[in-house]
């Protein structure tokens, strides 16, 4: 009796062994983020012609093994139109074009702007209820929405847009669950910014020719 219970126990003790091993070191799991403390809309620095969306959040795997991210895109909506923000910059050391992201279980927390292709037409920031849609594309895998929050734009923070030629910030505060806009009229222009943008959308148009 005593050896059937041994060997349960080693068969037991086999299978979580391996069950442990596969949801730590095979399952491939899926990459998420945090809700992002900051949602921007509007010119890249003050006085700008190029339009973005940006954002602050902590993107992270949920098993061990990570996933690379090889791109990523906003799909911002507007009552029946749909825009695509798909040239993906973000921030690591220093400015760099999104093109591979390796994402772990404890995560990275990065600010991501996404613009418009510089041969693209501009897009205005109009006043309306908006969806705003994050989606990821691993290796190997089609897009995926990963984050979506719905947000509204006043008529005063679109006319103050575009009068002061600034942006519209939308802060969340955690203890009423809400984010609250307000538009930033004092931003300075950044210039190793501009630079890179004006210099990433030249490479998105050359690479799409």
């Known amino acids: 009796m005593s050896n059937y219970i041994s060997i349960i126990i080693s068969i037991a003790a086999f299978a979580?062994?391996?069950?442990?091993?596969?949801?730590?070191?095979?399952?491939?799991?899926?990459?998420?983020?945090?809700?992002?403390t900051i949602i921007y809309f509007g010119p890249d620095g003050k006085g700008e012609k190029h339009n973005k969306v940006f954002i602050r959040t902590l993107l992270y795997s949920t098993s061990e093994r990570g996933q690379y991210i090889q791109n990523m895109f906003i799909s911002l909506q507007r009552g029946e139109s749909v825009q695509?923000?798909?040239?993906?910059?973000?921030?690591?050391?220093?400015?760099?074009?999104?093109?591979g992201l390796f994402i772990s279980k404890s995560g990275i927390a990065c600010n991501h702007h996404f613009l418009l292709p510089k041969d693209g037409n501009d897009y205005s920031f109009l006043s309306g209820d908006y969806v705003l849609k994050v989606y990821v594309e691993t290796v190997n895998?089609?897009?995926?929405?990963?984050?979506e929050q719905k947000l509204h734009l006043t008529r005063?923070?679109?006319n103050e847009m575009?009068?002061?030629?600034?942006?519209?910030y939308f802060?969340?505060?955690?203890?009423?669950?809400?984010?609250?806009?307000?538009?930033?009229?004092?931003?300075?222009?950044?210039?190793?910014?501009?630079?890179?943008?004006?210099?990433?959308?030249?490479?998105?148009?050359?690479?799409?020719?």
């Open 16 to 36: 979580i062994s391996g069950l442990t091993f596969w949801l730590t070191r095979m399952k491939k799991g899926f990459v998420k983020m945090t809700r992002p």
């Open 171 to 209: 802060d969340w505060a955690p203890n009423t669950q809400n984010y609250f806009s307000h538009v930033d009229s004092n931003r300075e222009k950044d210039s190793d910014f501009k630079n890179m943008i004006e210099k990433l959308l030249e490479e998105s148009k050359q690479n799409d020719l």
């Open 156 to 158: 005063e923070h679109q």
């Open 162 to 168: 575009a009068t002061k030629k600034a942006g519209t």
């Open 141 to 147: 895998e089609s897009p995926k929405k990963i984050f």
């Open 84 to 99: 695509n923000f798909n040239v993906w910059v973000y921030d690591d050391k220093g400015l760099v074009r999104g093109s």
